[in-house]
């Protein structure tokens, strides 16, 4: 049993999620205590509450402390399957950082895995929906790692109602490392503004002091 103290580093939500995928991966369980003990409200809120279901569902894994406001969690997982999953956070929060946890076990199932997830699409420290799609999916193929991405309803904070759908094909013994130690030349550049419930002028406003800051 692997045992982490949550209030390492910055004590945020990330080592639970990280926690989590290795987890899966690996099949070591592990104990984590002082969940987020570095964020003004510690312990698992929504988002990471649905994180550990999410994976518990993925795995099989048996867990004690899934409930909100936890600060201890035990996660043994067990066999990654692939299936047809349906994840929802149920408030703004993110449902990408959802998708990233469960993203990599998945690639080690023995068929493609269909999800549907709901939450909050592009949230103030989360990754946002575009991305993962337009950065984080392209590096991963180049790794051998397979998915295809699909946004079919934009989730701001706090209202939320977002959804994406993703399908996730196994990467079998395909995945190949590779070295990203240089930036390369830049090709392109272009900006979007989204701004629901709000006149289309301020898009516009936000459009014009990036283009002015870009040159």
């Known amino acids: 049993m692997i045992e982490i103290d949550g209030a390492a580093g910055e004590g945020g939500g990330q080592i639970l999620r990280t926690a989590l995928a290795l987890s899966m ?3 070591q369980p592990f104990t984590l205590t002082r969940i987020r003990a570095g ?3 510690p312990g698992l809120m929504r988002q990471h509450l649905t994180c550990v279901n999410a994976a518990a569902e993925v795995c099989a894994a048996e867990v004690d402390g899934a409930e909100l406001n936890a600060q201890s969690l035990r996660f043994t997982p067990g066999q990654v399957r692939a299936g047809d999953y349906h ?3 149920g408030t703004a929060g993110s ?6 946890t469960v993203w990599p076990a ?3 199932a023995d068929a493609p895995s269909r999800l549907k997830l709901g939450g909050g699409t ?3 420290m ?3 929906f575009h991305f993962l799609a337009r950065s984080y999916a392209p590096l991963m193929r180049r790794l051998g790692a397979n998915a295809e991405l699909n946004l079919r309803r934009l989730g701001f904070y706090p209202a939320g109602g977002g959804e994406i759908e993703v399908t996730i094909w196994p990467a079998g ?3 190949q490392p590779f070295d990203l130690d240089g930036r390369g030349a830049r090709l392109e550049g272009y900006a979007e503004c989204f701004v629901p419930a709000l006149p289309r002028s301020v898009a516009r406003r936000e459009l014009e002091h990036l283009g002015s800051a870009l040159g």
């Open 25 to 27: 991966c690996t099949g």
């Open 39 to 41: 964020r003004a409200k």
């Open 87 to 89: 994840f929802n956070v």
């Open 95 to 100: 449902c990408t950082l959802v998708l990233q």
């Open 106 to 108: 998945l690639l080690m």
């Open 122 to 124: 592009h949230n103030p």
């Open 126 to 128: 989360a990754p946002p």
């Open 173 to 175: 013994d395909t995945l």
